[in-house]
């Protein structure tokens, strides 16, 4: 009685098995109170189960820095002075040639990358800037890793995995200018890595929706003008190397950001037992203000 | 036959029960597509976990405000689900502060669990989920669930036995954010009137 049919194919077995009933039930538990020495290692070993060997190394990532080697201070007052002023002209003149250390890493980046220009790579600086940040509002994790080095990728997404992100780019009000440029080399002597400061002044509207669509932070319809320090970082040995996002410098004398809109709670100051929490006369903390880095 | 203990002779007979399966589906009705696979919740599902995961797209400036949702649970709990029950039964409804009080000053060994899954989910609530007041939420749902139970043997005399179980049970609660919704409690004058009217407003049909 073997039927075949046209939809399920199966082998013709060579014997069927007849099972007796099974009388008795003893749980796996039964005599492992004395047996404790046993370990579960060699019983799968004598099953025949094979472990893989395991690697205990550390995953080091060589197609990018893991910080900003002699990072540029921004001058106080930049972009606060109008250009008419006598600061606001020292300011200008203030070019790129005044720091022999930049013109030297220039010169070192333009034997590795012929095509680089200060004027052509400004204008690409910002448009690798705008591109990623709108692979970051779609979440194209692809298009976010080859603009963006893996030193900057965690600090963009952290928390933002389950948020909706919307950003516009307005418009630029300064055409953005090469800034400082340097050449580290890490670990051997050949092994160089371009990192370019560029400063942009722009208008721009973020706005961060919660889990649940509820506005988180900023507005959809009020631009903001946004001065930014960009660095921008290659790998200049790999032929495939990319110019791409590698962190923002945040100056010391840059004005605090706008609030979130749901309240939240300080922790207090720490009180010995006895003492009393004199709210009227408590000063909140405020954060050192120290150029850090995004 | 029997000597037949080859690889290919294990593969068989590991495939004999799907292929008996098959047949009798080849015996029963014609030509059956496996297209009808039942999939259903494994062991491992951690759906409720999941149900966190889930992002609504931003709300128009019109529309009310949605409220958060909180989904947390802790697994295999050393307690038996109807015993859990009693306690969950007792929070559904409640403000999180009324239950976390309530938990606290009761005597059962659930409870005093049951109040650490309630405070780690209002912590996560005001960290990762954009809550603002971390008292302005109320348990929607609360119930527990039956875990993986270990079997052991319980002895009896005349050399019976009989299979024991250590019983395992899971927790699950659901926060949402807001005051908790006020329940209409019917007296009993009402109840009565209730009643009376229905004596009332009987009528007698297609009567002459």
């Known amino acids: 009685n073997v039927e075949t049919s046209l939809d399920v194919q199966h082998p013709i077995p060579l014997y069927l098995p007849v099972r007796t009933k099974k009388r008795y039930f003893i749980p796996p538990a039964v005599g492992l109170k004395g047996k404790r020495q046993e370990n579960t290692e060699a019983k799968a070993r004598a099953a025949g189960i094979v472990f893989r060997q395991q690697y205990f190394e550390r995953p080091i990532n060589i197609a990018c820095t893991a910080g900003i080697f002699d990072p540029y201070i921004p001058p106080e007052g930049d972009a606060r002075l109008s250009t008419l002023s006598k600061e606001g002209l020292k300011q200008r003149t203030e070019q790129i040639r005044q720091s022999a250390a930049s013109q030297l890493a220039i010169r070192k980046i333009k034997e590795h990358d012929s095509v680089f220009t200060t004027k052509d790579f400004a204008e690409k600086a910002q448009e690798i800037f705008i591109e990623a940040h709108h692979a970051l509002t779609q979440f194209n994790k692809e ?152 | 036959m029997a000597a037949a203990m080859t690889g290919r002779g294990i593969s068989f007979i590991r495939s004999v029960p799907s292929v008996l399966l098959s047949r009798l589906q080849i015996l029963g009705g014609g030509s059956q597509q496996l297209s009808c696979l039942h999939t259903s919740a494994s062991l491992e599902s951690k759906t409720w976990e999941r149900r966190n995961l889930k992002v609504y797209p931003p709300q128009l400036p019109d529309e009310p405000r949605r409220p958060a949702e909180i989904h947390h649970s802790r697994r295999q709990i050393k307690y038996s689900k109807d015993k859990m029950w009693y306690l969950a039964k007792m929070i559904r409804g409640m403000s999180i502060d009324e239950a976390i009080a309530q938990l606290e000053f009761n005597d059962k060994k659930g409870a005093k669990i049951m109040k650490e899954v309630l405070l780690e989910a209002q912590e996560m609530a005001v960290k990762n989920h954009n809550v603002e007041y971390k008292s302005n939420l109320y348990v929607a749902e609360s119930y527990s669930g039956k875990g993986k139970y270990l079997k052991r043997i319980r002895y009896h005399g005349r050399g019976m036995f009989g299979i024991m179980d250590k019983v395992y049970c899971h927790y699950f609660v659901k926060l949402m954010e807001g005051a908790p919704p006020k329940i209409e409690k019917k007296t009993n004058f009402d109840q009565a009137k209730e009643y009376v009217q229905s004596l009332k407003n009987r009528t007698i049909i297609h009567s002459l």
């Open chain 1, 143 to 294: 298009k976010l890793h080859s603009l963006v080095t893996e030193r900057c990728y965690p600090e963009m997404t952290r928390g933002n995995r389950y948020k909706t992100i919307r950003w516009r780019f307005v418009e630029s009000l300064e055409p953005p200018r090469v800034v400082h440029a340097r050449c580290p080399d890490m670990v051997s002597k050949g092994n160089l890595y371009g990192q370019v400061t560029v400063r942009m002044h722009s208008k721009q509207t973020l706005a961060i929706y919660d889990r649940f669509g509820r506005l988180m932070l900023g507005s959809e319809e009020q631009p903001k003008d946004v001065l930014e320090y960009l660095v921008i970082e290659r790998h200049l040995i790999n032929p495939y190397g990319r110019w791409r996002l590698h962190g923002k410098i945040v100056p010391s004398w840059a004005p605090a950001k706008d609030p979130i809109i749901k309240t939240l709670m300080i922790p207090g100051p720490e009180l010995k037992p006895g003492e009393e929490f004199d709210a009227l006369n408590y000063e909140v903390p405020k954060p050192e203000a120290v150029q850090w880095y995004k």
